[in-house]
């Protein structure tokens, strides 16, 4: 792992990619910073209870950084402006990703440029991770496969 993180990517690349390697990119642009984990790692420590559990469950910790989906939080945001570099969001001409209750929901606009008329869309995404997300949006937004 880890090949994709300091790597510059291109849209163009990312359309050749398979699932697979695609999900691989955005997990490696979701991981906790060395600073966080270290930051992490003091609370914890400092913290018996927490060590405890964290031993307890140490083999279900994910690394990367994963959506909210209790409702809309600013971390949200910021997990998607990770793909700020690549036009992610601004693909669109309108796209707004929102949770409720664990569900995500994500609607987006697009404009036919030959008649300027405006689409408007919805896709419910329960039961969909950070990850899962994130690859849906990015086949909306650049035609990649699901």
């Known amino acids: 792992m ?20 695609v999900k691989n990119f955005i997990r490696e642009r979701l991981m906790y910073s060395a600073e966080e984990i270290q930051e ?20 279900n910790i994910t690394l990367h950084k994963r959506f909210k989906m209790a409702e809309d939080h600013k971390s949200n945001d910021d997990i998607l402006s990770k793909f700020d570099d690549l036009g992610l969001m601004q693909s ?6 929102t949770f409720y209750k664990g569900c995500a929901d994500f ?19 329960c039961g ?8 849906f949006i990015m086949s909306k937004a650049w035609g990649l496969n699901l």
């Open 2 to 21: 880890n090949h994709y993180i300091n790597k510059v990517m291109t849209v163009e690349q990312l359309k050749n990619m398979g699932n697979y390697e």
């Open 92 to 97: 669109f001409y309108y796209a707004k990703l």
């Open 128 to 135: 969909y991770g950070t990850v899962d997300i994130i690859h």
């Open 40 to 59: 992490a790692r003091e609370t914890i420590m400092l913290n018996d209870v927490a060590y405890n559990l964290l031993c307890d469950i140490k083999p």
């Open 107 to 125: 609607t987006w606009k697009t404009k036919n440029l030959s008649t300027w008329n405006l689409s408007t869309w919805n896709e419910n995404l």
